[in-house]
Nanobody
Framework: QVQLVESGGGLVQTGGSLRLSCTAS????????MGWYRQAPGKQRELVAR???????NYADSVKGRFTISRDNAKSTVALQMNSLKPEDTAVYYC??????????WGQGTQVTVSS
């Protein structure tokens, strides 16, 4: 089992920045991918960014050049630095962890609101 705890959401104006953090506990040795997803009201949950243990990254096209994902394998943490935020970035952001054995875990979610 893996537990994920997120922090760092909040309210920011257009063009501002926020940093999300997520700490994993439990069976963290088997985590391969860590990432962030988001879900806006009335929309499906979507991938924002993810990073492997080897630091390979994937980003949604909508956030490329504005968001940066990073990971500290020793501390079992993943962070998402979000710059140049837009109102369309408003959503609940969820931390995600994927184990090589095929199990997936989610955090409780943290609200990010970007005002225009």
């Amino acid at each position: 089992q893996v537990q994920l705890v997120e922090s760092g959401g909040g309210l920011v104006q257009t063009g501002g920045s926020l940093r999300l953090s997520c700490t994993a506990s439990g069976s963290t040795f088997s985590i391969y991918l860590m990432g962030w997803y988001r879900q806006a009201p009335g929309k499906q949950r979507e991938l924002v960014a993810r990073i492997s243990t080897g630091s390979s990254t994937n980003y949604a096209d909508s956030v490329k050049g504005r968001f940066t994902i990073s990971r500290d394998n020793a501390k079992s943490t993943v962070a998402l630095q979000m710059n140049s935020l837009k109102p369309e970035d408003t959503a609940v952001y969820y931390c995600n962890a994927y184990q090589r054995i095929g199990r997936e875990y989610w955090g409780q979610g943290t609200q990010v609101t970007v005002s225009s």
